[in-house]
């Protein structure tokens, strides 16, 4: 249990270090093709409120660690003022695309 | 040991998703800072893709919002005249020295602000959304000559006439936004300023509009202590019926019309925009305008709603009062912290269905003055270069951080938005709350007709510290962004 709760704390403060900046200026986003896809689906749904998956509306997305199974869990049941976006919104094969994009955003060049 | 993996991973999630929690946190607006004149200005504190260079063309500008070129290769600014934060100083339209040196060509007395301008024919053509005496359309010759060719247009309120541009089928087209954010006029709208002004004025359909009765009763700032109750389409304190029909007039709010080159045959083009501010036309001939969408404040806020870039069809509504792009407001996406609730329908049944927009940007970015890249010389051929000016939290809403304060490029058949001009450093944000000499608030950009530079008009610093917007004057720049050889791909 009290390893449970130093990694939960250590997660924690990993999302408040890193830095969510990926963009285009700070080095070329080299995507596969599902990644390609699955950027069109974060343009038309996730863009607005997590501009190039940096803070807005909503927090940061690059600079947190969570797992595929959690990125499906909250776009599906939303989270706080995060509306859910339900299958007939976001397909199943839409959302695994999405889900790449995501990580091969958060995965890319960081800013000199 | 089951049990204790699945209390770490509930704790886990919760404390990830405290990290995000948009009720806990407070606004981290980049306009929530502090300034100390002058500005900086260093064009290497400004980070482009490889290949791209940016300079400052002139420095120590006050509110300029737009920017054209002669056939010459002539550079013009117009300065607004005008801010929100209610500072009135003059519009004037200037010639920029190749050494960045301003010369007056024309002034326009108190009847800011001047919102854009461009050169077609051998003249100007200014967009002048006076927030004292109305909006207006003036052509003014190389010598400064003014005459107004449309007047008494919708431009008193929140939004004003925006553009002009000449198209190329020799029409020239303009925005015109609302008087309101979402169709009702409130306390907010006192904040502006120009409730007081003209406590009568408010929204007007383009065309005939049925209500669905929906009144919203808030504070009268007329007689603090009291209350006043004030449907849509109407002045502040007048409720109104469902069922009432709202007949459309041209000119009209929230809507991009167009005007013969001598100032006839004024007619609609579009409507249901909330505030098309920037307009072009791509390569191939498609009207393109960038609409602000709503903010979360007044007597109908609207939460979470991204800033549109739309292809404009002739004859379309693009859903304003009652929709974001193709969604209309009573989706449960739309559920307002301040409401409680989603906002509810104001007109009794749709005009139309809008379609999908082009692409959708950051909610609060302020997606404004915008252009299409033509030339192969400096790359992305038939992308749009936008300015993002910037949010203006806490007056237009809550963000957890700054949005904007850039240039993006928009791939507009794939509907992506890529950073092509971004302050250096680890965070987003104006130059201002990062430190150094990069952007503030880009809010126009236009190719010069070689189409080789990419022209950035930077309005200064705005700053947001709870008491509405406080800009600076001589903050504006204008840059220029240029290709060296080798870059710029198409993605």
């Known amino acids: 249990?009290?390893?449970?709760?130093?990694?939960?704390?250590?997660?924690?403060?990993?999302?408040?270090?890193?830095?969510?900046?990926?963009?285009?200026?700070?080095?070329?986003?080299?995507?596969?093709?599902?990644g390609r896809e699955g950027e069109e689906h974060f343009m038309r749904h996730c863009h607005?409120?997590?501009?190039?998956?940096?803070?807005?509306?909503?927090?940061?997305?690059?600079?947190?660690?969570?797992?595929?199974?959690?990125?499906?869990?909250?776009v599906r049941r939303g989270i706080g003022y995060m509306p859910a976006f339900p299958a007939k919104t976001i397909a199943p094969q839409e959302l695994d695309a999405l889900v790449a994009y995501m990580k091969e955003l958060r995965h890319g060049e960081r800013p000199q | 040991?089951?049990?204790?993996?699945?209390?770490?991973?509930?704790?886990?999630?919760?404390?990830?998703?405290?990290?995000?929690?948009?009720?806990?946190?407070?606004?981290?607006?980049?306009?929530?800072?502090?300034?100390?004149?002058?500005?900086?200005?260093?064009?290497?504190?400004?980070?482009?893709?490889?290949?791209?260079?940016?300079?400052?063309?002139?420095?120590?500008?006050?509110?300029?919002?737009?920017?054209?070129?002669?056939?010459?290769?002539?550079v013009y600014v117009v300065e607004a005249g005008y801010s929100y934060g209610e500072v009135f100083t003059t519009p004037r339209l200037l010639r920029i020295d190749p050494g960045g040196a301003p010369t007056e060509i024309a002034s326009g007395g108190k009847r800011g602000p001047w919102t854009g301008v461009t050169w077609s024919g051998g003249h100007f053509y200014v967009a002048e959304g006076s927030q004292l005496e109305g909006g207006r359309i003036l052509r003014i010759d190389p010598e400064g000559m003014q005459e107004?060719?449309?007047?008494?247009l919708s431009s008193r309120g929140d939004h004003h006439t925006d553009g002009?541009?000449?198209?190329?089928?020799?029409?020239?087209?303009?925005?015109?936004?609302?008087?309101?954010?979402?169709?009702?006029?409130?306390?907010?709208?006192?904040?502006?300023?120009?409730?007081?002004?003209?406590?009568?004025?408010?929204?007007?359909?383009?065309?005939?509009?049925?209500?669905?009765g929906e009144n919203f009763t808030t504070g009268n700032p007329f007689q603090p202590g009291t209350k006043a109750t004030t449907g849509p389409f109407a002045p502040f304190g007048t409720p109104m019926e469902q069922g009432e029909v709202i007949v459309g007039e041209i000119p009209c709010s929230g809507a991009v019309m167009r005007v013969r080159p001598d100032g006839s045959d004024l007619e609609l083009v579009a409507w249901g925009f909330r505030n098309p501010f920037g307009l072009a036309f791509s390569p191939d001939g498609r009207l393109f305008v960038t609409d602000n969408s709503y903010d979360d404040r007044g007597s109908r806020p609207v939460f979470g709603t991204g800033d549109l870039l739309w292809e404009v069809r002739?004859?379309?509504?693009?859903?304003?009062p009652d929709f974001h792009g193709e969604h209309s407001l009573a989706d449960k996406r739309f559920d307002s912290p301040a409401l409680g609730k989603k906002p509810e329908p104001l007109l009794a049944a749709p005009p139309g269905r809008p379609p999908r927009p082009?692409?959708?940007?950051?909610?609060h970015s302020s997606s404004n003055g915008f252009d299409f890249s033509r030339?192969?010389?400096?790359?992305?051929?038939?992308?749009?270069?936008?300015?993002?000016?910037?949010?203006?939290?806490?007056?237009?809403?809550?963000?957890?951080?700054?949005?904007?304060?850039?240039?993006?490029?928009?791939?507009?058949s794939r509907g992506v938005s890529y950073d092509f001009a971004v302050n250096r450093g680890k965070e987003n944000g104006p130059a201002s709350l990062l430190g150094g000499g990069g952007l503030e608030r880009p809010v126009a950009a236009r190719f010069d007709p070689s189409g080789e530079n990419l022209y950035v008009v930077d309005f200064g610093v705005m700053l947001h510290q709870g008491k509405g917007a406080r800009p600076v004057e001589k903050t504006g720049v204008l840059w220029r962004i240029s290709r060296q050889t080798g870059a710029g791909g198409n993605r």
Not at chain 1, 48 to 74: T, V
Not at chain 2, 148 to 152: C, K, S, T
Not at chain 2, 182 to 187: A, N, T
Not at chain 2, 194 to 212: I, K, M
């Open chain 1, 1 to 34: 249990m009290r390893a449970t709760i130093f990694l939960s704390i250590l997660l924690l403060l990993l999302a408040a270090c890193g830095t969510p900046r990926r963009g285009e200026p700070f080095g070329p986003l080299t995507l596969s093709a599902q």
């Open chain 2, 375 to 412: 030339s192969q010389a400096f790359g992305h051929v038939g992308q749009a270069f936008i300015a993002q000016f910037g949010d203006e939290a806490t007056a237009t809403g809550k963000t957890l951080a700054p949005v904007g304060y850039k240039v993006v490029r928009v791939n507009v």
């Open chain 2, 164 to 212: 002009p541009l000449a198209g190329p089928d020799g029409w020239l087209y303009f925005g015109q936004g609302t008087a309101t954010n979402s169709g009702v006029v409130g306390e907010d709208n006192a904040r502006f300023g120009w409730l007081q002004r003209f406590p009568n004025f408010h929204d007007v359909p383009c065309r005939d509009v049925t209500l669905a």
């Open chain 2, 1 to 74: 040991m089951a049990i204790s993996m699945r209390r770490g991973a509930l704790l886990l999630c919760f404390c990830a998703s405290l990290s995000g929690c948009y009720a806990l946190r407070g606004s981290s607006g980049g306009g929530e800072t502090t300034f100390t004149p002058p500005r900086q200005v260093n064009a290497a504190d400004i980070v482009l893709p490889d290949g791209y260079l940016i300079e400052a063309v002139a420095t120590g500008l006050t509110f300029p919002t737009g920017v054209t070129f002669d056939e010459a290769g002539g």
């Open chain 2, 314 to 320: 002739p004859g379309t509504w693009y859903g304003w």
């Open chain 2, 358 to 363: 082009a692409a959708i940007l950051p909610v």
């Open chain 2, 148 to 152: 107004a060719l449309v007047g008494e």
């Open chain 1, 48 to 74: 607005q409120c997590h501009p190039g998956g940096e803070g807005g509306l909503g927090p940061a997305l690059n600079n947190k660690p969570l797992p595929g199974f959690m990125i499906r869990l909250q």
